[in-house]
Nanobody
Framework: QVQLIESGGGLVQAGGSLRLSCIAT????????MGWFRQAPGTEREFVAA????????SYADSVKGRFTISRDNAKNTLYLRMNSLKPSDTAVYYC???????????????????WGRGTQVTVPS
């Protein structure tokens, strides 16, 4: 079983930056494709970004492309999401997720992910 623990969320003014982290308790983190998803109140969870097992491929939602950067450090079992130029529309609970498959292209559908963290809140006041 893999446990994922997110951190780094908080309250930030529009235009500001945050870096989210997600640490995995399993030693096989380096074999997982990883993703970030988010869910705002009253909405369904949506894809934000994903990265493949070796960091060679990444995908982004159009709404965050150019502002967010996903990365990973397999030696530290940690996934990151750097968020710049934050907007009120980025307010949500952010979840990291692990996909046991090591496809070259990371999945963008939440249904492909096997393990989930509990989330960290990001709030950008309008």
């Amino acid at each position: 079983q893999v446990q994922l623990i997110e951190s780094g969320g908080g309250l930030v003014q529009a235009g500001g930056s945050l870096r989210l982290s997600c640490i995995a308790t399993s030693g096989i983190f380096s074999s997982f494709n990883m993703g970030w998803f988010r869910q705002a109140p009253g909405t369904e969870r949506e894809f934000v970004a994903a990265i493949n097992w070796n960091g060679g491929r990444a995908s982004y939602a159009d709404s965050v492309k150019g502002r967010f950067t996903i990365s990973r450090d397999n030696a530290k079992n940690t996934l990151y999401l750097r968020m710049n130029s934050l907007k009120p529309s980025d307010t949500a609970v952010y979840y990291c997720a692990a996909d046991r498959h090591t496809f070259e292209n990371p999945a963008m559908s939440e249904h492909e992910y096997d393990y989930w963290g509990r989330g960290t809140q990001v709030t950008v006041p309008s």
